[in-house]
């Protein structure tokens, strides 16, 4: 009787020469600050509150239309106001949903949008305090309080500025790790 009997043959292993020229790729973890974390939000909310509280402040200021350079920062602060907030309720959609906003279109587009916002809230909040100086300093017509409304205006556009440069540089650092 011819029975067959088993044989056991060795089995190589592939090489793994391709896993190791080519490790799988790691999702960076969801740093504070970036959209759709709270970090994110809490950002986007300072941007929206200083922005705004400079244009309250600007505008309560009877003669700012005279000064290009104060109509310069009331327009900045308004884009600067809508720019964060659109962004901020962006952030609570994801919050809500559980969602990362790691799409590379929209990252390009907060990336844009922050560094062109930032630009020109920096750019009006240093205008407005070349400006404030001139008027208060060099020229002596401080009248009233007048210049505390000028300085107080100038100093939330400085404060709202130093809350979008967080979101800008994540922004872009997120896009470029890409």
Not at 126 to 155: F, Q, Y
Request: aromatic share 10%; net charge positive; hydrophobic share 50%.
């Amino acid at each position: 009787m011819s029975v067959s009997r088993p044989a056991v043959h060795p089995v190589e292993a592939p090489p793994l020469t391709d896993a190791a020229e080519n490790p799988p790729r790691v999702r960076m973890k969801d740093i504070q600050g970036m959209p759709g974390t709270p970090g994110g939000l809490a950002l986007r909310l300072a941007q929206f509150v200083f922005a705004v509280t400079a244009l309250g402040v600007m505008v309560s200021y009877a003669n700012f239309t005279s000064f290009t350079a104060f109509s310069y920062l009331v327009a900045a602060a308004v884009i600067q106001s809508l720019w964060s907030i659109s962004l901020a309720f962006i952030d609570i959609y994801a919050l809500l949903v559980k969602r990362s906003v790691r799409n590379p279109r929209a990252l390009s587009l907060f990336t844009i949008g922050d560094g062109i916002t930032s630009t020109l809230m920096f750019a009006a909040a240093c205008a407005s305090a070349g400006i404030t100086v001139l008027i208060g300093n060099d020229l002596d017509a401080c009248l009233g309080r007048h210049c505390a409304t000028l300085e107080t205006a100038t100093a939330m556009a400085f404060v709202s500025w130093f809350a979008v440069c967080p979101s800008f540089l994540l922004n872009f650092w997120s896009l470029a790790s890409r």
